[in-house]
Nanobody
């Protein structure tokens, strides 16, 4: 079964850190781009960070300097290290993976993991 499995969410105090993990299972082909999106209550889902298979990264301005996205040594794994967390980072975080340039193509979403930043 092809799926993305996320882990690492939870409750943390402002200024704290969390690390999210995501792994694609059931796929033998390299995903071209993997990333994290988030959705806060009453808001639209927004891009947080992406990383390509070549290592190029992209971040939303609000997390630059605080979050770091990286790909693991295992194929099709991605991490999001979140430091200096703020209450406004509270959201459900979704892993995303896509492969568009080569067959077979994929556009996958994880089930989401809750991140709550609160004292």
């Amino acid at each position: 079964q092809v799926q993305l499995v996320e882990s690492g969410g939870g409750l943390v105090q402002p200024g704290g850190s969390l690390r999210l993990s995501c792994a694609a299972s059931g796929i033998i082909f390299t995903m071209e781009t993997m990333g994290w999106y988030r959705q806060a209550p009453g808001k639209q889902r927004e891009l947080v960070a992406t990383i390509t298979d070549g290592g190029s990264t992209n971040y939303v301005d609000s997390v630059k300097g605080r979050f770091t996205i990286s790909r693991g040594n295992a194929k099709n794994t991605v991490y999001l290290q979140m430091n200096e967390l703020k209450p406004e980072d509270t959201a459900v975080y979704y892993c995303h993976a896509e492969r568009r340039r080569s067959w077979p193509t994929y556009d996958l979403w994880g089930q989401g993991t809750q991140v709550t930043v609160s004292s």
